[in-house]
């Protein structure tokens, strides 16, 4: 559990630091008065900024020595970053380095690059993956690509549907199927042959559950419904995909665009379903995943990493009040009619919007907490 609680925590922290940075980043190369940059969140235990040519440290949450220096910051909380900016809050205008005194570009830009960094971070992720040998699943051996290795074949469970036989039985996603009956197999079809000729009688799946062998009676539906299998799993023969160098760079940019597309319909559908939302996850789910990937081992948990970082980038982006997305909704509005928004209205909006997400947060949590 300790484990599963730290693993999560450099996780979250490396995918929220990577975001702030984006944001730092740019405001930095904008001319924006960066105040604070943080690894972590505060209470500040200590730290530095440059005055005068020379590196000086600060500590606990005494001011900055030099107000127009960035303090870069080290605090309690390890979950990620955060970046101050002067002006994000409509303050400052007055201030040539005030975020709100910027033009349209650099506010722009600055707002969205926490979403870039994330995207860029799953790119980078999944190439180091294919490079190393990323997991996949595939139909056949013959749709691996003519210039990739496809190493470490098994088959294994995918999909585990509720409340049919293997679900009764204990079987979970992501179980390797080592044999059934004792009887090895080495393609999906042939283990379908073989339980739909035994449906109606018991059979022994023979299982790899996280390094650990388990066995499962499982009894198949001898008539089940149109459209539904004797045991309710679905199975693939998975592998580890490594390619050359300069193909996994390409092919790690072709997996976080299709990642994206398939998160933005994933999320298309939660929204219009009128059960979805009954599936969000919060933080202790996705804690609990990041436990059981990393059981699986490294590979599987720099893979969950990216597409989490992809998650990330597709909920900040979100045009809702206080996401990255809310703020750029409000700074299109102020292009398009020419003159400053109502600065004391848009920040209360982003506030409303704040508590909002704090309280569905507040939800979801409880709300996996009960289904634990």
Known sequence: ?????????????????????????VAKKSGMQVEEFGFGFPPRIAGVQKVDGKWKWI??????????????????????????????????????????????????????????????????????????????AVTNVSDVPKNAMFTGQQIAILEVVKDLPADKAGIKTNDVVLAIDGQEFSAVPDIQAYVKAHAGTPVEFSLLRQKENIKVSVVPNANPPQGEGPTGVALSLVGKLKYPVHVAVWEGGKTTISGLKNIVSGLYGLIISRTGFANLGGPVKIAKLTGEVAGMG???????????????????????????????????????????????????????????????????????????
């Open 1 to 25: 559990m300790i484990i599963t609680i730290l693993i999560f925590i450099v996780v979250l922290g490396v995918l929220v630091f990577v975001h702030e940075f984006g944001h730092f980043i």
């Open 59 to 136: 500590w606990g949450h005494k001011p900055g020595l030099d107000g127009s220096k960035t303090v870069y910051s080290i605090n309690a909380i390890p979950l990620g970053g955060f970046v101050r900016i002067l002006g994000e809050n409509n303050e400052s205008a007055e201030h040539p380095g005030s975020f709100i005194n910027k033009g349209f570009w650099p506010r722009f830009l600055t707002l969205i690059a926490g979403v870039v960094m994330n995207v860029i971070l799953a790119w980078a992720l999944l190439s180091v993956g294919y490079g190393i040998g990323l997991p996949v």
């Open 298 to 372: 490294f590979i599987y948990l720099l893979q969950f990493t990216a597409f989490l970082s992809l998650n990330l980038a597709v909920l900040n982006i979100l045009p809702f009040p206080a996401l990255d997305g809310g703020r750029v909704v409000f700074l299109l509005i102020e292009k398009v009619r020419g003159k400053k928004n109502n600065q004391k209205f848009e920040q209360i909006v982003n506030v409303a919007g704040f508590v909002f997400l704090l309280l569905l947060m507040v939800v979801v949590t409880i709300n996996d907490v009960i289904k634990k």
